[in-house]
Antibody, heavy 122, light 105 residues
């Protein structure tokens, strides 16, 4: 079964760093892009960026460029979303998602992780 | 940047009604458009891709169409389990979502 399994909920203070993970299984991890999507409480979906584990090509939404870093570790089939200094406004649910077609960043997401809730509060 | 304008932001309909949700792109995006359903507290689910192709396992009461830069999601006969928020997403280059449409009964 193809699936993406994300790390657990996080509670952090402003200014702290954080890295959350998304592990793929049931498919060849390096053949598919992995995207990150933010959903703030009570709000809509926002695409943050996407990485291709095959060659680590990474693209960011202009809204998130410089605010987060997306990375991957192919040895454990994991993608990461990381912050160097969290803000209260980073409080949100974060989803990883995989496009339908191998090798394509321009496709709909048919596989989603279960989401990781990040709470940033002093 | 291409904007995706989704309407309405919410609607209320009765069981059995035909429901129409629209997404307008500010520029041409060909057929690079998907529709997702997100039930409260759940993960988004892909319904339709390439503007009109039904994802495997999705009930046939859902359909999608395109006219120029206007895209439409139709639920032909609304069911209680269709209560959700629906999002469009373009994926021709950047992967922008529409603002969402909350469907209630």
């Amino acid at each position: 079964e193809v699936q993406l399994v994300q790390s657990g909920p996080e509670v952090k203070k402003p200014g702290e760093s954080l890295k959350i993970s998304c592990k793929g299984s049931g498919y060849r991890f390096t053949n598919y892009w992995i995207a990150w999507v933010r959903q703030m409480p009570g709000k809509g979906l926002e695409w943050m960026g996407i990485i291709y584990p095959g060659d680590f090509d990474t693209r960011y939404s202009p809204s998130f460029q410089g605010q987060v870093t997306i990375a991957a570790d192919n040895s454990i089939s994991a993608a990461y979303l990381q912050w160097s200094s969290l803000k209260a406004s980073d409080t949100a649910m974060y989803y990883c998602a995989r496009p339908r077609v191998s090798g394509s960043a321009s496709d709909a997401f048919d596989i989603w992780g279960q989401g990781t809730m990040v709470t940033v509060s002093s | 940047d291409i904007q995706m304008t989704q309407s309405p932001s919410s609607l209320s309909a009765s069981v059995g009604d035909r429901v129409t949700i629209t997404c307008r792109a500010s520029q041409g995006i060909s057929n690079f458009l998907a529709w997702y359903q997100q039930k409260p507290g759940k993960v988004p689910k892909l319904l339709i891709y390439d503007a009109s192709t039904l994802q495997s396992g999705v009930p046939s009461r859902f359909s999608g169409s395109r006219s120029g830069t206007d895209f439409t999601l139709i639920i032909s006969s609304l069911q209680p389990e269709d209560v959700a928020t629906y999002y469009c997403q373009r994926y021709n280059s950047a992967l922008t979502f529409g603002g969402g449409t909350k469907v209630e009964i």
